[in-house]
């Protein structure tokens, strides 16, 4: 008897020396993961090692990494081991439904069902490539695409008296709006929509590729629009900031003349519009895809197989968090009774006598985009 208890202690010892060299025996492979997730309670998505106050996406992914075998503990609480880096570094509250991270891992068998199962539901691995060995998902990237989605009375003019709920974006209004966001497009000198970067420096230049507002849709009886923009890579508050100016001038509060102003040397006050609703909807890697896409030893980086799964992600868990924090915290209403506050005809003086008065109050969250400025 007792050596039937011991054979099969010496057994199960076995057993579990086979699954660590197994996991062992995994080759460590470069790889990237696209991730979906909903931002609110994150505070961004760059994990801060030690800081276990500020909770972040990466802090759960690492987790669930170690917990599935992919990579070993001392990986996760050092990030360089594995080769990990982020494309895009969302901001507090931001969601994402196509972000995408590059690191080295264990290719254990069903790792993206291994993964998932550590991470919670707002949290979701859709897809998995393989690429070269010296692939940086940041410094890769060619272009970002984000949305906004925001409850159309933002568009409403200040002189009417508009109730919420019952509030209907006209095809006039929408027209006007396209025809301002098409203004960003081209190569523009965005000084006056981040902080900290003065108007000669080279590096606030960016180059828009597209920017417009969808048909609106009505969502738990109030109506919404999305706004798409694909740019090269964008500052800190950049997205908010044009998206802000725009909702100001249709508004009525500041002229159309403020947007060619903008973008020259005089400082000008842009309002910078809620985070809420702020999405990293896709990332582009057409350089790399020409280059390695087609070689037959990697895939191009391109997702069409898992865009019903990032669609049905979306409406489950990143429509639904805007569409309910809007209405219970009226996080735009609230802004937009702040915009007469602004001085859209201020010189460069008085701006910065105003800037002075607000250094104490800076905004510290991340950036809206995944440029040079934000990792």
């Not at 048909?215 to 997205?239: C, L, W």
């Amino acid at each position: 008897e007792e050596n039937g208890h011991q054979n099969k202690r010496l057994k199960r010892g076995a057993e579990e020396e086979d699954a660590e060299d197994q996991s062992k025996k995994s080759p460590k492979r470069k790889i990237v993961l696209l991730m979906a997730y909903s931002g609110k309670g994150y505070h961004g998505m760059q994990r801060n090692v030690g800081s276990s106050q500020f909770k972040t996406i990466e802090d759960d992914l690492v987790s669930a990494l170690v917990q599935s075998g992919c990579i070993p503990e001392n990986h996760g609480e050092d990030m360089k081991k594995m080769s990990f880096q982020r494309c895009a570094r969302t901001d507090k509250g931001v969601s994402a439904a196509g972000q995408i991270v590059s690191l080295k891992v264990r290719l254990i068998d069903d790792i993206l069902e291994k993964i998932n199962n550590h991470l919670p539901s707002h949290i979701r691995i859709l897809g998995l490539k393989r690429v070269t060995g010296g692939f940086n998902s940041k410094n890769k990237c060619d272009a970002r695409t984000y949305s906004y989605m925001l409850p159309t009375f933002a568009f409403a003019h200040k002189d009417h008296d508009v109730q919420e709920e019952v509030y209907r974006l006209d095809k006039e209004t929408l027209d006007r709006v396209n025809k301002l966001l098409s203004c960003y497009k081209g190569t523009h000198n965005f000084h006056n929509f981040t902080s900290q970067k003065g108007p000669r420096d080279p590096s606030a230049k960016r180059y828009i590729m597209e920017m417009y507002c969808g048909e609106p849709f009505v969502r738990e009886n109030m109506e919404f629009a999305v706004i798409q923009v694909k740019g090269q890579s964008f500052m800190m508050h950049q997205i908010r900031k044009m998206i802000g100016l725009v909702i100001a001038i249709v508004k009525g509060y500041a002229a159309e003349s403020i947007l060619e102003r903008s973008w020259g040397e005089e400082k000008v006050d842009v309002p910078k519009a809620p985070g809420l609703g702020l999405v990293l909807e896709r990332v582009h890697f057409e350089k790399y895809n020409r280059r390695f896409g087609n070689d037959g030893l990697h895939e191009p980086l391109e997702w069409t197989e898992e865009e019903e799964k990032i669609a049905v992600f979306k409406e489950q868990y990143i429509y639904p968090t805007i569409i309910n924090t809007e209405r219970e915290e009226k996080s735009m209403a609230n802004w937009l009774s702040t915009l007469p506050i602004h001085d859209f005809n201020s010189s460069a003086v008085e701006m910065q006598v105003n800037n002075k008065n607000s250094k104490n109050s800076s905004d510290v969250e991340g950036s809206d985009g995944c440029g040079d400025d934000s990792d």
